[in-house]
């Protein structure tokens, strides 16, 4: 599907959007499962990179908020999938945006070093790559938790939720 819209239009069609979500919410411990799910959050990104009924289908499917849960923990093949996964989802599709980056934000609260360090780095990713929607990326995030980032968060943590208050204010 990588680079060709009718496969991907193909591949939804037939319904697999909705068995690879599946994989990505799987809560099994069987051996190969992280393996498993490294490949399914690539397919996300493939199956929606560059094609907007498919972003909105993972979407509708349930896969970002497991996409992101990947970002925070996975393998380190299944992070970097599910940060290009999570970045060809919410570019130009700004109800994608704001899921991802209210999930992201409370990463950035609760997760590991790790996992505020992948969030932070998409975070800014999103805001970069859509320029035209970056007040929804801004206000989409909890401002409790944004609050919360400027007293304990990173540095990168800290520079994001400053932004988003400050574009939060103007409203």
């Given at each position: 599907?990588?680079d060709n819209?009718?496969n991907q239009?193909s591949?939804?069609e037939?319904?697999c959007i909705?068995?690879?979500v599946e ?6 411990t069987?051996a ?5 799910k490294?490949e399914?959050v ?17 979407a509708?499917a349930g896969?970002i908020?497991?996409t ?6 996975g ?8 940060a ?5 989802l919410?570019?130009d ?8 980056t209210?999930?992201?934000?409370s990463?950035l609260?609760?997760?590991?070093n ?11 990713r999103l805001v970069?790559?859509n320029p035209e ?7 989409a995030g909890p ?10 968060g990173?540095?990168g943590?800290k520079r994001f ?5 400050s ?5």
């Amino acid at each position: 599907c990588r680079d060709n819209h009718e496969n991907q239009t193909s591949a939804a069609e037939c319904g697999c959007i909705a068995s690879i979500v599946e994989q990505l919410k799987s809560n099994s411990t069987s051996a190969g499962v992280d393996e498993v799910k490294a490949e399914a959050v690539g397919a996300i990104w493939v199956i929606s990179d560059k094609h907007p009924d498919n972003k909105t289908a993972v979407a509708r499917a349930g896969g970002i908020q497991p996409t992101v849960s990947i970002l925070a923990g996975g393998t380190p093949r299944a992070q970097e999938h599910a940060a290009y996964a999570l970045s060809a989802l919410g570019f130009d599709n700004v109800e994608n945006q704001k899921q991802i980056t209210s999930l992201l934000v409370s990463l950035l609260s609760t997760g590991s070093n790790e996992a505020k360090q992948n969030s932070t780095s998409l975070l800014l990713r999103l805001v970069e790559e859509n320029p035209e929607s970056q007040q929804d990326i801004a206000t989409a995030g909890p401002m409790a938790d944004l609050i919360g980032l400027l007293k304990e968060g990173s540095d990168g943590a800290k520079r994001f939720a400053l932004w988003s208050l400050s574009l939060s204010i103007n409203e």
